[in-house]
């Protein structure tokens, strides 16, 4: 082809590729197994995929803003088990919101420390991922949630019911992935978002409030991690205490493998959604052609360094590194 | 520089005094809330301490370095359980079955050489890819962790030679078997980062690499060995804890990386590399240890360590930064 040199197509593959591991995939999977792009299969997981897509949602945000959120899973557990724990209280409509405040009184108090304390994000949050584990486990005694009545409640349409034929925790996702999609692309909040984390200092100076822009992230993270632990809950309508434990580790991979650099600045929802379904189907696919759920962590394992390794080397030319 | 040396000072000796302070606290509140008759600061309950400082204490010690070159190691746990399968699986292979107990060496050897390996492949990726070795270690603690699945499947491994229990049990001058090992790899990893040459190296890159790369320093082989050390240490400790229990969950070792970088930090250790210290990283880990036991000896439930050792680190976080010029610095990751 006229024009496309081989630098070219590299630098397509590396900046698509992705999109282009995922197409390579889906089509290896579906010759393996009929059975993967069967509707139902697909829609099946999507639908699995959505607790964890919803709170990758907001670790996006935060990892733009350029720092880290790793007590995302053990805040889901933490809200998980608090809705459940009030639904037998004080009901469900009144619960939920509850449990939203609490949740993202968490996630404020996370964003105080990273804002405007300016302490070191990374260590907060494996700081507040022990605590907030902690805090769960006081909560509950560590004893196992239930809902008294799970046949009566109408608290499990947010994980189990359909609108249209359409499972409803798809439709969260979606119109969450949407919503923040445009928030983070289309307004000037967002815009800010890239600024802060792409040059802290420049966008200090061009008149940004870096402090409030991050902590405007922590609390979006906090909603999303608070939304999480709806679905969960009302998917399964009880649960253990170490319900989220080690999501944060899966949400940052996925927020990695849709290309977000981790030192901020670069990232979109819209990848983000794509890492998360990568990490769907590929565990589901492995599963399909017979493979057990762990040969799924090799494969990200391997998946997530090459995806970070051809970004990289897209933006320096080179594919290796040139440290001595 | 009057202020700035007692900072500096302060910054030094807080893990110190921090201990000293739970040691108070939990002498004076066990007397009124705990169960037991025994004091806390009973000799056998402070021996045993150090013992059980000494899985997560090893693999600090190989953290420190790590983070002090401006990285950071988030597989070790999964190197950990790794090398316990390969640990205890090897004593029961058949080609080594004419042995004897000489096949404990060998299988030493071979959960140390694994550890290496596995550490050596973290550190060339970081090397020669260029990814962030928070990225690299991430994925490899996953991809590590399958591989453990993948040797046995969910089945615990089980192996119990009592030749090794009864060492692993033995004390030498009062101290356990664990204890010395904690000690001698201290000492051993002290001497590395204080009076070699790839110590002082290791500060200078993770202090600044730009800087390390102009005097002439070979940046990639020194992570790559210190990346070798902390696999190495990840496989000792798993040596040192197994040789005694004796059976290894594939689920085993998960969360260490996040109790072992809370004890470096706690000791002090920037994540932004170029400074820390390992004795006051023993002095994190003695910390922690410290407040798990003294946790229980007041009759907390176990749920409220993690709560505190939470707070804590954060509280360390903030009081380091008001100390601490360079702490305002934002992390590289």
């Known amino acids: 082809m006229a024009g496309l040199t081989k630098k070219d197509l590299g630098q397509l593959f590396a900046r698509q590729g992705i999109l282009i591991a995922f197409v390579v995939f889906m089509i290896g999977f579906s010759i393996a197994n009929t059975r993967f792009i069967d509707p139902d299969n697909i829609m099946g997981v999507i639908r699995s995929s959505a607790i964890l897509g919803v709170m990758a949602l907001g670790v996006t945000f935060v990892v733009i803003s350029g720092n880290l959120d790793l007590s995302v899973g053990s805040m889901m557990s933490f809200s998980t088990i608090v809705v459940l724990d009030l639904h037998d209280k004080i009901g469900a409509s009144m619960a939920i919101p509850t449990m939203f405040v609490m949740t993202m009184a968490l996630g404020a108090f996370i964003g105080f420390l990273v804002a405007y304390l300016k302490l070191n994000s990374l260590i907060v949050t494996l700081g507040m991922l022990s605590a907030i584990h902690g805090l769960t486990l006081t909560y509950s005694g560590g004893k196992n949630m239930d809902i008294a009545d799970k046949e009566g409640t109408w608290f499990k349409v947010f994980g189990q019911g359909d609108v249209m034929g359409l499972p409803v925790p798809i439709i969260i996702f979606v119109v969450l992935a949407a919503a923040l999609g445009l928030l983070l692309a289309k307004t000037p909040f967002g815009r800010s978002v890239y600024a802060v984390g792409g040059n802290g200092v420049a966008a200090t100076f061009s008149g940004l409030h870096r402090p409030r822009v991050v902590f405007i992230c922590y609390i979006i ?71 057990q759920f762990y040969v799924q962590y090799v494969v990200t394992w391997v998946i997530i360094i090459l995806a970070v390794w051809l970004d990289i080397a897209a933006k320096r030319g080179k594919l290796w590194s040139p440290i001595a | 520089m009057k202020s700035g040396t007692l900072s500096t000072l302060l910054s030094r000796g807080a893990i110190w005094g921090f201990i000293v302070l739970e040691l108070i606290f939990f002498t004076v509140a066990g007397e009124f809330f705990s169960l037991s008759e025994k004091a806390f600061m009973d000799v056998d309950n402070m021996l ?6 000494a899985p997560i204490g090893i693999i600090a010690m190989g953290m420190t370095i790590i983070m002090v070159n401006g990285n950071i190691d988030l597989s070790v746990g999964a190197i950990y359980a790794l090398c316990a399968i390969v640990l205890l699986d090897s004593m029961t292979w058949s080609m080594f079955a004419g042995l004897g107990d000489m096949v404990i060496p060998v299988s030493w050897v071979l959960a140390l050489i694994v550890g290496v390996a596995l550490g050596a492949l973290n550190g060339f990726i970081v090397w020669k890819t260029g990814v962030d070795a928070f990225i690299v270690t ?73 800087a390390a790369v102009n005097a002439g320093i070979r940046v990639g082989p020194h992570m790559m060995i210190n990346f070798m050390i902390i696999g190495f240490l ?17 689920n085993d070792g998960e969360l260490y990386e996040l109790w072992v970088i809370t004890a470096v930090v706690l000791g002090g250790t920037k994540l932004t590399g170029g400074a820390g210290s390992i004795i006051s990283t023993f002095g994190g880990v003695l910390a922690i240890q410290l407040l798990r036991k003294g946790l229980s000896h007041i009759g907390a439930d176990t749920e409220t360590v993690n709560l505190v050792i939470g707070l804590i680190l954060i509280a360390v976080l903030f009081l380091d930064r008001q100390l601490n010029i360079k702490g305002k610095e934002e992390l590289k990751v």
């Open chain 1, 221 to 291: 993270s906090s909603f999303c991690v608070a939304t999480a632990g709806l679905l969960q809950a009302s998917r399964s309508l009880g649960s253990q205490n170490t319900v989220g434990q080690g999501l944060e580790l899966e949400v940052l991979a996925a927020v990695i493998l849709g290309g977000a650099s981790l030192l901020g600045g670069s990232g979109t929802v819209f990848k983000t959604v794509i890492g998360v379904l990568i990490l769907g189907f590929i565990q589901n696919g492995l599963l399909l052609v017979g493979l």
């Open chain 2, 48 to 53: 045993l301490l150090f013992k059980q400082s």
């Open chain 2, 138 to 210: 991430l994925g490899s603690m996953l991809g590590y962790r399958g591989l453990v699945f993948m040797y046995n499947g969910e089945q615990p491994t089980s192996h119990l030679n009592w030749t090794l229990v009864d060492f692993a049990e033995a004390q030498f001058l009062g101290l356990h078997t664990a204890t010395w090992f904690l000690l001698v790899v201290t000492l051993i990893i002290w001497f590395i980062m204080n009076k070699t040459v790839h110590g002082r190296n290791a500060y200078a890159i993770g202090d600044n690499k730009t």
């Open chain 2, 234 to 250: 990840a496989a000792l400790s798993a040596v040192v804890f197994y040789s005694e229990s004796g059976s290894v969950n594939p």
